[in-house]
């Protein structure tokens, strides 16, 4: 059981780009919001951007100005777009979505994780 499958990590130098990807599987009708979050080591995860499924957005202020999330609904698929990457972003993103009804048995479902390392 894997409803979020994740692409678009990888290794990228300072001031590079990376486009994240999560497409939520399986039988979930509503989907609320999406979004992702990550966690370097030695750190808590935490929220980088949130999307409803009006469009609403909800950025971390690391992230304003540099990311931008956004959504197919039609896919239930999430991205995650971040120019101007630094060393500091180097982490596991995670992709989260939410379900208010829990289709699945769940009110929230998580990615694996998709590691994104800057480095030069």
């Known amino acids: 059981q894997v409803p979020l499958v994740e692409s678009g990590g990888g290794l990228v130098q300072p001031g590079g780009s990376l486009r994240l990807s999560c497409a939520a599987s399986?039988?979930?009708?509503?989907?609320?919001?999406m979004g992702w979050y990550r966690q370097a080591p030695g750190k808590q995860r935490e929220l980088v951007a949130a999307i409803t499924r009006g469009g609403n957005t909800n950025y971390a202020a690391s992230a304003k100005g540099r990311f931008t999330i956004s959504r197919d609904n039609a896919k239930n698929t999430v991205y995650l777009q971040m120019n101007s990457l630094k060393p500091e972003d180097t982490a596991v993103y995670y992709c989260?979505?939410?379900?208010?009804?829990?289709?699945?048995?769940?009110?929230?479902?998580w990615g694996q994780g998709t590691q994104v390392t800057v480095s030069s």
């Open positions: 989260n979505a939410e379900d208010p009804i829990a289709t699945m048995g769940e009110f929230h479902y």
């Open positions: 399986g039988n979930i009708f509503s989907i609320y919001t």
